[in-house]
């Protein structure tokens, strides 16, 4: 069982960098056999995947329209999972949350509370 928490959410102007933490805690102690990602969810919209990391290798995936302004890495002595974000847009106004999954499953079986990220005009 992974319990995770985000931080670094605020209000920043469009144009603007902002960089999230989620720091993962585990009794094991380890997340090698873990992935870890971040998700988004704007009012009324659904929760749309950004990108994810295997711990282990450092293998990122993101999704095709962030690319190129939203950067996903760890810190795996911290055990803090980071998203990069650059030359914000209001549309990236949402909720960000981290989550984490074991390799072998499809689905994303811990989250985070969440952390509010407001874009202005």
């Known amino acids: 069982q992974v319990q995770l928490a985000e931080s670094g959410g605020g209000l920043v102007q469009a144009g603007g960098s902002l960089r999230l933490s989620c720091t993962a805690s585990?009794?094991?102690?380890?997340?090698?056999?873990?992935?870890l990602g971040w998700f988004r969810q704007a009012p009324g919209k659904e929760r749309e995947f950004i990108a994810a990391?295997?711990?282990?290798?450092?293998?990122?995936y993101v999704e095709e329209k962030m690319k190129g302004r939203f950067t996903i890495s760890r810190d795996d002595a911290r055990k803090t999972l980071y998203l990069q974000m650059y030359n914000l847009e209001p549309e990236d106004t949402a909720v960000y949350y981290c989550?984490?999954?074991?390799?072998?499953?499809?689905?994303?079986?811990?989250w985070g509370q969440g952390t509010q990220v407001t874009v202005s005009s």
């Open positions: 989550a984490a999954k074991i390799r072998a499953m499809s689905e994303y079986s811990a």
């Open positions: 585990t009794r094991t102690r380890t997340l090698t056999n873990y992935v």
């Open positions: 990391i295997t711990w282990s290798e450092g293998r990122q």
